[in-house]
């Protein structure tokens, strides 16, 4: 049985990640809305908690909150696709098994229900900030395209940990340990300013970098020419090694199962 061709598992990826996303509203009204509801009630309650016990680290409540709330729908995203993916192997075993599907298949199945979560998050934060802090609405351009970056960058991340993951079983529990340490050290919950003279060392992280692209224009801010920069290459590197492993892997994945 032939590989299917690229527009095929497109195809099949978008139709399975929108056949999930209607499963989910089954004997539920909100369904996946309700992550955005959890996602809203935990920015409002760690923005009271470090606004009122760090306020004199802080900046005003209403600034504080949208930085918050930017950050932590960057990071949903990022970590729910690696999660999902790192998983990917005991739900699709035996499809990988006995037939010759790419797992960038299952991979993109995980990406499209959850860019569908994404993009309900960032509407529902435009139209907060909107309305609640009269802010001025984000240039659409640097938005779009910064969506487009992040989530290429979070898909060869996904892929490269499913491929990883299909290979040593131990690494889903190594993975969550390095995403939870990556979430306090990445700047979500605490501004750059935060660390004093150890500022720069944000710029050695990443993550500081992708969440940028969401972060900044959300909050109508230009994106610097360094973020673009730093996350095109890190997408194009990760690109690179991912075809590289994809291609060994590819008729050892079955013995790996």
Same mark, same amino acid.
């Given at each position: 049985?032939?590989?299917?061709?690229l527009p095929?598992?497109?195809?099949f990826?978008?139709y399975?990640?929108l056949?999930?996303?209607q499963?989910?509203?089954?004997?539920?009204?909100?369904?996946?809305l309700?992550?955005t509801i959890g996602?809203a009630?935990?920015?409002?309650?760690?923005?009271l908690?470090?606004g009122?016990?760090l306020?004199q680290?802080?900046?005003?409540y209403e600034?504080y909150i949208?930085?918050l709330?930017?950050?932590?729908?960057?990071?949903?995203f990022?970590?729910?696709c690696?999660?999902?993916?790192?998983?990917?192997?005991w739900?699709?075993?035996?499809t990988?098994?006995?037939?010759?599907?790419?797992?960038?298949?299952?991979?993109?199945?995980?990406?499209?229900r959850?860019i569908?979560s994404?993009?309900?998050?960032?509407?529902?934060t435009? +139209?907060?900030?909107r !309305?609640?802090?009269?802010?001025?609405p /984000?240039a659409?351009?640097? $938005?779009l395209?910064? =969506?487009?970056l992040?989530?290429?960058?979070?898909?060869?991340?996904?892929?490269?940990?499913?491929?990883?993951?299909?290979?040593?079983?131990?690494l889903?529990q190594?993975?969550a340990?390095?995403?939870?340490?990556?979430?306090?050290?990445?700047?979500?919950?605490?501004?750059?300013?935060?660390?004093g003279?150890?500022a720069?060392?944000?710029q050695?992280?990443?993550?500081s970098?992708?969440i940028a692209? +969401?972060r900044?224009? !959300?909050?109508?801010?230009?994106?610097s /020419?360094?973020?673009?920069? $730093?996350?095109t290459? =890190?997408?194009?590197?990760?690109i690179l090694l991912?075809?590289?492993?994809?291609?060994?892997a590819a008729n050892?994945?079955?013995?790996?199962?």
């Amino acid at each position: 049985m032939q590989d299917p061709a690229l527009p095929g598992m497109m195809r099949f990826a978008l139709y399975a990640g929108l056949t999930d996303v209607q499963s989910s509203f089954r004997r539920t009204i909100l369904g996946p809305l309700w992550s955005t509801i959890g996602l809203a009630t935990l920015t409002a309650s760690l923005g009271l908690f470090f606004g009122t016990v760090l306020k004199q680290q802080l900046p005003e409540y209403e600034a504080y909150i949208p930085f918050l709330a930017t950050g932590l729908i960057a990071w949903t995203f990022l970590a729910n696709c690696i999660h999902q993916s790192c998983s990917l192997i005991w739900q699709f075993l035996n499809t990988l098994r006995h037939n010759r599907m790419p797992l960038l298949v299952p991979v993109l199945r995980v990406m499209v229900r959850n860019i569908i979560s994404l993009g309900v998050n960032v509407a529902v934060t435009i +139209i907060a900030i909107r !309305l609640f802090l009269e802010a001025a609405p /984000p240039a659409l351009g640097p $938005l779009l395209g910064g =969506l487009v970056l992040f989530v290429i960058n979070v898909l060869w991340m996904s892929y490269l940990a499913a491929l990883l993951c299909a290979r040593f079983r131990d690494l889903p529990q190594l993975i969550a340990w390095g995403i939870h340490l990556a979430f306090f050290l990445s700047p979500i919950l605490w501004l750059e300013y935060n660390l004093g003279r150890f500022a720069y060392l944000v710029q050695f992280n990443p993550f500081s970098w992708l969440i940028a692209l +969401i972060r900044q224009p !959300l909050l109508g801010l230009p994106t610097s /020419p360094e973020t673009w920069m $730093l996350t095109t290459v =890190l997408a194009g590197l990760g690109i690179l090694l991912c075809v590289a492993l994809g291609r060994y892997a590819a008729n050892r994945l079955a013995y790996w199962l």
